[in-house]
């Protein structure tokens, strides 16, 4: 099983949709979860934190399952703005100050 | 603003050219900074963990004789390919996150688009 695992995508939604991701982490000692965000040919860029009551920011909402290891990030009223690569990324404490990132999963909104 | 700075962003370059690309974090001190790299429509892959004052932890199948990391200040890291060839052609990106805060988001650089002819 890999480390951090997310919907392969790609997803290709119209704007205004509601559309979620989702991320499973295989270490249960993992403690900080974050989403970023990449456009193409660009690094990846903070979007939020997860944290554990679940959090949210604006039309971004994250929560975290520690029970199911597993992370999601719900986007409301998408904009074409939003088209990008998503990763969901997990701190694995055997890899010591490292985190890993998932494969991303990559969002097309459509006008 | 941005908080970690690579230079340059772009380099063209002919076979057989060493390159050397920097990672400066701006307003913070890196003890620990990372480098990826990331080829086209593909994930972002771990090459090595950059310790201050100590040599780098390499991931397995990089090169650390290919793949030269040096850091030797807590807000300096490099990286320098040697002798390029045009599969090492790639995104190099690299990201560094705070003195002792080992919970806190990495923040990237702007990343290095590598071209070897």
């Known amino acids: 099983r890999k480390e951090v695992e997310q919907d392969p995508g790609p997803f290709n939604v119209p704007e205004g949709a509601t559309v979620a991701f989702n991320c499973t982490y295989s270490n249960s000692a993992s403690q900080s979860f974050f989403w970023y965000r990449q456009d193409c040919r660009k690094e990846p860029k903070l979007l939020m934190s997860?944290?554990?009551s679940g959090n949210e920011d604006g039309r971004f909402t994250a929560q975290l399952n520690r029970a199911s290891q597993y992370i999601s990030l719900l986007i409301r009223d998408s904009k074409l703005s939003d088209s990008a690569t998503y990763l969901c990324?997990?701190?694995?404490?055997?890899?010591?100050?490292?985190?890993?990132f998932g494969p991303g999963t990559r969002l097309s909104v459509l006008p | 603003g941005a908080v970690v700075s690579q230079h340059p962003s772009r380099v063209i370059c002919k076979s057989g050219t060493s390159v050397k690309i920097e990672c400066r974090s701006l307003?913070?001190?890196?003890?620990?900074m990372f480098w990826y790299r990331q080829f086209p429509k593909k994930s972002l892959m771990l090459m090595a963990t950059s310790n201050e004052g100590s040599k780098a932890t390499y991931e397995q199948g990089v090169e650390k004789d290919k793949f030269l990391i040096n850091h030797a200040s807590l807000t300096l890291s490099t990286l320098t390919v040697t002798s390029a060839h045009p599969e090492d052609s790639s995104f190099y990106i690299c990201?560094?996150?705070?003195?002792?805060?080992?919970?806190?988001?990495?923040?990237f650089g702007d990343g290095t688009r590598l071209s070897i002819l």
């Open positions: 990201s560094a996150r705070g003195q002792g805060l080992s919970n806190q988001p990495q923040h």
């Open positions: 307003d913070f001190q890196a003890t620990t």
């Open positions: 997860v944290y554990s």
């Open positions: 990324v997990v701190n694995m404490p055997n890899y010591g100050q490292n985190f890993v």
